[in-house]
């Protein structure tokens, strides 16, 4: 009798928890890379079955991204997720909110403030109306509770993160490093996110340009070492992804949440950097830029560049989400399962393709 009424005890503990059986049984830090077609959304789950989602897609397509992004959270277990970041105001990183507030329950929201452009200035009134009393504006530095993981706002509209992150320190790349003039007001404002987990380190710019990636790599790295980087603007680095942070924040995984025809493979022709004399050379490819780093092992991608579909500029077909564009695209994601002693195995749900790595 005793054993019987015991399991009784601990079904009904099961069934009063508030974290999701899934993820209570789950002790690993879940990341999932939702395909958006070259928008933004990144779901984190925590050990203890909290959740953070990192931006929500584009807008209309019959709800297409709040509806993955509702399916991912679903799959995870999730009866609602508890904080919603939103990096900027463009509609490729906002434009799935609304939609999605209508499908699951959203706690908390976070984003860079008031500051915007008239075009975007919609999205800014829409997300307000729907975050209400449960808004917080973030300046760099700020943390977002999260338990058992540390967050850390690396940059939000205003001055970068004062003090260096997970060893970061003096950075010898900044000597003639090459400099780019500043992009529009949006990509300047960007929220960026640092998501450690002992000695796991992911961190996302989300589409921060080239100027502002300088303020945080020079002439200190702010960011230290990065186990997992979101490549910035979908992997396209037009006016971002410069040598002096990338080589200095030395990704052991990149993920780049590209479209078939965004980001990745564009061309980047449109910037004319600010070369003074003596500037180091630079890599111009993007995907070669990446995958020439010192010290990467893997670069996962949402997308086959139908852009620029050279088997050299992109990564192995077994790490890319999703081959194809149009009706027949399922909008595979990409996920990583991080474990409290630094090992991480990366999924691609196309094909089950797994690849496990050790956080350095
Ligand atoms: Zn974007």
């Not at 005890?9 to 928890?17: H, Q």
């Not at 019959?62 to 939103?86: T, Y």
């Not at 504006?137 to 690396?154: E, M």
């Not at 500037?279 to 020439?292: C, D, F, H, T, V």
């Amino acid at each position: 009798m005793k054993r019987v009424s015991t399991a009784v005890a601990f079904a009904a503990l099961m069934l009063t928890a508030s974290v999701p059986a899934s993820a209570q049984n789950n002790a690993n830090l879940q990341i999932i890379w939702i395909d958006v077609e070259g928008g933004a959304a990144t779901l984190f789950v925590s050990p203890s079955g909290q959740s953070l989602l990192f931006d929500t897609g584009y807008p209309g397509n019959g709800d297409r991204d709040a509806k993955r992004i509702f399916a991912a959270a679903q799959k995870a277990g999730l009866r609602q997720i508890d904080h919603v970041v939103i990096s900027h105001w463009h509609g490729d990183h906002v434009g799935g909110l609304e939609a999605l507030s209508k499908l699951i329950p959203l706690g908390r929201f976070y984003d860079h403030g008031d500051g915007v452009e008239t075009v975007d200035r919609p999205r800014l009134e829409g997300y307000k109306a729907i975050a209400g009393a449960k808004r917080t504006i973030l300046k760099a530095g700020d943390t977002i509770p999260f338990p058992g993981v540390q967050t850390r706002v690396l940059v939000s509209e205003g001055p970068v993160i004062a003090t260096p992150i997970n060893g970061g320190g003096a950075n010898a790349l900044c000597t003639n490093a090459v400099r780019q003039a500043p992009a529009g007001p949006e990509n300047i404002r960007m929220v960026g996110l640092s998501v450690t987990y002992g000695n796991f380190k992911f961190a996302s710019l989300g589409d921060l340009d080239w100027s502002r990636e300088m303020e945080l790599a020079c002439p200190v790295n702010k960011l230290g070492a990065v186990t997992v980087y979101t490549i910035n603007r979908h992997g396209g680095l037009d006016n971002s992804g410069a040598p002096a942070l990338l080589g200095a924040i030395k990704p052991q995984v990149m993920v780049v949440n590209n479209g078939p025809r965004k980001g990745l493979g564009a061309k980047d022709d449109r910037v004319k950097p600010i070369a003074a004399p003596g500037s180091a050379p630079y890599e111009a490819n993007g995907y070669l830029r990446m995958a020439k780093l010192p010290g990467m092992e893997g670069i996962w991608q949402g997308h086959r560049s139908l852009l620029d579909s050279d088997p050299a500029h992109n990564t192995a077909p077994d790490m890319i989400a999703n081959l194809e564009e149009g009706p027949t695209d399922q909008g595979h994601s990409i996920t990583a399962s991080v474990a409290a002693n630094g090992s991480f195995t990366m999924t691609n749900a196309r094909n089950g393709f797994t690849r496990t790595y050790m956080a350095k």
